[in-house]
């Protein structure tokens, strides 16, 4: 069936349908990863957006149970040059064509993803519209119609709305009554959109995780005696959050914490740094950064619209971290707090492990073991 994108400045990318054709738009980013289709896809971190693939060839190794980083996809869209619809792998329970049409989502392949990357790379990300309709220019306007991503309220859609645990077999509810395990130290987990992953790292290192809602109060915390907090990556605009910003604070006050991606810019605003907007962000599994502290440089996980500013740093506030690409802030650590702050995704799926330590050294401080221990 024929399908294509349009885009807010009336550009169009024609191809073909799979999945679900319902027409459905929102913010067009593309990810620069090679493999990890399905963990890409299933990131709460891409909710509203439509994701174009760099890689030429998408689907190949099919869906796998355990590596989805959310109960489903959470993007609306996904665009591609070429699909493979008969993955030919013995752990494949789906085609991504099938998965995706399971869970209403809309893909589009045949696309020039080459053009479609270089226009995105020039212009910004742009609001996009997928149908299967042959009315270009309705399609166009419908894309302009479509609300920027600050409007739209990314967080609550993905964050969970009870609090539960975390185990090697999934989510589990959680009763406030129960004793907390003996010797295995207490996480709390803000989930703006958490990915499985970061929970799973944390539980592989003894901890016993508890995931609280976005809106969760430094009371319910509190009463939860945590060792130690993850502040988890997630959708939108951090400015979009401001409430947040005060628990917050009061986390770095009280507790040792390590925040990932969208927790990392919401450490940056409790810090009284400023936040920008990237042109196009940076999406992939192949970004390198450069701790400051050991010099070595970790090729890294990265989904993310807005960056922390390096200019005027607050006192007490110092950069860890630099993306080799473009030179934005990409760590911070106060000397006040016990912080692990950090815009890129240290437990990747995808992309590679060369920054999982981080997790030895947090769960190290909050009364747990390294994954060499574990």
């Given at each position: 069936m024929r399908a294509l994108l349009a885009l807010e400045d009336g550009s169009i990318f024609a191809g073909q349908a799979f999945g679900s054709p319902e027409p459905c738009g929102g913010e067009v980013v593309f990810n620069t990863a090679m493999t990890g289709y399905q963990e890409v896809l299933s990131d709460p971190s891409y909710f509203g957006q439509i994701v174009v693939f760099t890689t030429a060839h998408?689907?190949?190794?099919?869906?796998?149970?355990?590596?989805?980083?959310?109960?489903?996809?959470?993007?609306?869209?996904?665009?591609?040059?070429e699909v493979c619809a008969s993955p030919r792998h013995p752990d494949s329970l789906e085609s991504l064509p099938s998965w995706i049409a399971r869970h209403g989502r809309f893909g589009l392949t045949g696309v020039d993803t080459r053009k479609l990357t270089l226009h995105l790379r020039t212009k910004g990300n742009l609001r996009g519209w997928m149908t299967t309709s042959a009315d270009a220019q309705d399609a166009v306007e419908r894309a302009r119609a479509l609300p920027p991503m600050r409007e739209i309220p990314a967080v609550p859609s993905v964050s969970t709305s009870e609090a539960y645990v975390w185990t090697s077999r999934g989510r589990a509810p959680f009763d406030?009554?129960?004793?907390?395990?003996?010797?295995?130290?207490?996480?709390?987990?803000?989930?703006?959109?958490?990915?499985?992953?970061?929970?799973?790292?944390?539980?592989?290192?003894?901890?016993?995780?508890?995931?609280?809602?976005?809106?969760?109060?430094?009371?319910?915390?509190?009463?939860?005696?945590?060792?130690?907090?993850?502040?988890?990556?997630?959708?939108?605009?951090?400015?979009?959050?401001?409430?947040?910003?005060?628990?917050?604070?009061r986390m770095l006050e009280r507790y040792p914490t390590l925040a990932i991606c969208l927790g990392h810019q919401l450490v940056g605003m409790a810090l009284g740094c400023r936040i920008v907007k990237l042109p196009f962000g940076h999406h992939g599994a192949n970004h390198p950064v450069k701790n400051l502290e050991t010099e070595q440089v970790a090729i890294t996980s990265q989904n993310h619209n807005y960056a922390i500013a390096s200019d005027a740093l607050p006192a007490g506030v110092e950069i860890t971290h630099l993306n080799l690409n473009d030179g934005t802030v990409q760590g911070l650590r106060h000397r006040q707090y016990r912080l692990w702050s950090l815009q890129f995704h240290p437990e990747a799926s995808p992309g590679p492990h060369d920054a999982r330590e981080v997790f030895d050294r947090f769960v190290t401080t909050v009364g747990g073991r390294s994954a060499s221990s574990a």
């Open positions: 998408v689907g190949n190794y099919g869906i796998h149970a355990g590596e989805s980083e959310s109960l489903g996809p959470a993007a609306i869209g996904a665009v591609t040059r406030p009554a129960s004793h907390r395990t003996p010797r295995r130290p207490r996480v709390v987990v803000f989930d703006y959109g958490v990915k499985f992953n970061i929970l799973r790292e944390l539980e592989q290192r003894g901890c016993e995780v508890v995931v609280v809602p976005a809106n969760a109060g430094p009371e319910l915390v509190d009463a939860l005696e945590p060792d130690g907090v993850l502040l988890s990556n997630g959708p939108g605009d951090p400015e979009s959050l401001g409430e947040a910003v005060p628990v917050v604070r």
